[in-house]
Structure formats: structure tokens, C-alpha cells
């Protein structure tokens, strides 16, 4: 069976400093992996996916994320946190089919000015 | 370019009536099409998938439907709400096998 980790529910950093919101997997194949973000009352919005290709993914906002297999981990990054990133991130993770998507539970994310 | 609509954006209805929650997507033929369910401070829950008119995979059993009378129409509903299904409702959509892109969400308060 697949799923995901977000191994913190909540992160605060100060605004210039580095972001770092944690993401584990499981999964029995090769799974496409995702990284959404969601804004108060919101829907969601991709940041980034990881499909094989480049194990390190560059998104939108300079969010970037590396694939490691061999930790099994989907780490999401950005060198210089903005008032704006303050939101809920999602990592993600397909079925074996592509057909369903499981999501962690989520990390909250404060930016402190 | 594909869009996504969900509507209402707001509800609020009392225990033990229905509910009929829409979400259409335009710009795209033969999507796959998501329901989740976000309760407050929570992840979200996959309630609905679909594949196709008519094909429904439902994930979590309730007290919830869905159908899929059209390629790019979903709809959520129930008979009678329970108070705990208040909510954040999203429809989400995707080209087969591939990222999914969410609508802006339905906030249903049951009273």
C-alpha cells in the first residue's frame, strides 16, 4: 500500500530564512509524488510534481523538492522564506494505477516578520 | 485552458435535509474527477473518484453519493445531512494518470 508522511504538523520560520517541510512515502513502485499548497479557504495549488525524471524538482515560488529513494523521502524546500509562502502544504502520492492520489496530513506553515 | 468550477461557494442547511453540491470542468474530454472532503485543521479525505459516465469508486462509506451524468460534470449530494458533514468540499480533476487540479472549494456549515 502507498502513503505518505508529513513528519511535521506544524513549522514556524522567519521571514529570509530557510523553508524545510518534511515528506516520507511508502510505496511498492515507483510513485509520481506531489507537493500542493493551500491558502485559507482556498483550493489547492501544485507547487511541484516528481514523475522519474530529474530527482531534484523546481516548482513555482522557488519551492524546489529532491527525490531520494533510498530514504524514501520527498523533502520540500525554498532558501528564503516570503510573508506570502505562510499556508498549508500537502505532500502527495499516486496509486500503482495513477488513479487516486493520497495526501499526508498536511503542514501548517508560519511565517514569522 | 482547462478550469474548474465548483458551486456553491458557500452553504449552510440544516440536519436532515439534502444537499446537492456541482463541479464542472471545461477545456478538457474525459477527465478523472475527485471529491474530498476537508474537515477544519484536517487533511483532506477522497470521498469520490471517477473514470467515467456512469463509474463511480466511492472510498469512504456515508451517508454521501455521487454521480457523473455528463464527461465533465460531478455531483455531490446526500438525503440527509448529518452534522457531521460540515465541511471544505473539493472537486479536483485530471488527465488520467497525471496531476490533479483542484476547484476552489465549497464550505458547507450543517447546522
Known amino acids: 500500500a502507498q502513503s505518505v508522511t508529513q513528519l511535521d504538523s506544524h513549522v514556524s520560520v522567519s521571514e529570509g530564512t530557510p523553508v524545510l517541510l518534511r515528506c516520507n512515502y511508502s510505496s511498492s513502485y515507483s510513485p509520481s509524488l506531489f507537493w500542493y499548497v493551500q491558502h485559507p479557504n482556498k483550493g489547492l495549488q501544485l507547487l511541484l510534481k516528481?514523475?522519474?525524471?530529474?530527482?531534484l524538482v523546481k516548482g513555482i515560488n522557488g519551492f524546489e523538492a529532491e527525490f531520494k529513494k533510498s530514504e524514501t523521502s520527498f523533502h520540500l524546500t525554498k532558501p528564503s522564506a516570503h510573508m506570502s509562502d505562510a499556508a498549508e502544504y500537502f505532500c502527495?502520492?499516486?496509486?500503482?494505477?495513477?488513479?487516486?492520489?493520497?495526501f499526508g496530513t498536511g503542514t501548517s506553515l508560519t511565517v514569522i516578520p | 485552458s482547462q478550469t474548474i468550477h465548483q458551486w456553491p461557494a458557500t452553504l449552510v442547511q440544516p440536519v436532515g435535509s439534502p444537499l446537492s453540491l456541482e463541479c464542472t470542468v471545461e477545456g478538457t474530454s474525459n477527465p478523472n474527477l475527485y471529491w474530498y472532503r476537508q474537515a477544519a485543521g484536517r487533511g483532506l479525505q477522497l470521498l469520490f473518484y471517477?473514470?467515467?459516465?456512469?463509474?463511480i469508486s466511492s472510498e469512504v462509506p456515508q451517508n454521501l453519493s455521487a454521480s457523473r451524468p455528463q464527461d465533465r460534470q460531478f455531483i455531490l449530494s446526500s438525503k440527509k445531512l448529518l452534522l457531521s458533514d460540515s465541511g471544505f468540499y473539493l472537486c479536483?480533476?485530471?488527465?488520467?494518470?497525471?496531476?490533479?487540479?483542484f476547484g476552489p472549494g465549497t464550505r458547507l456549515t450543517v447546522l
Open positions: 502527495v502520492v499516486t496509486s500503482n494505477t495513477g488513479n487516486q492520489f493520497y
Open positions: 516528481y514523475t522519474s525524471a530529474a530527482t
Open positions: 471517477s473514470v467515467g459516465i456512469g463509474q
Open positions: 479536483a480533476w485530471a488527465p488520467g494518470t497525471d496531476t490533479q487540479y
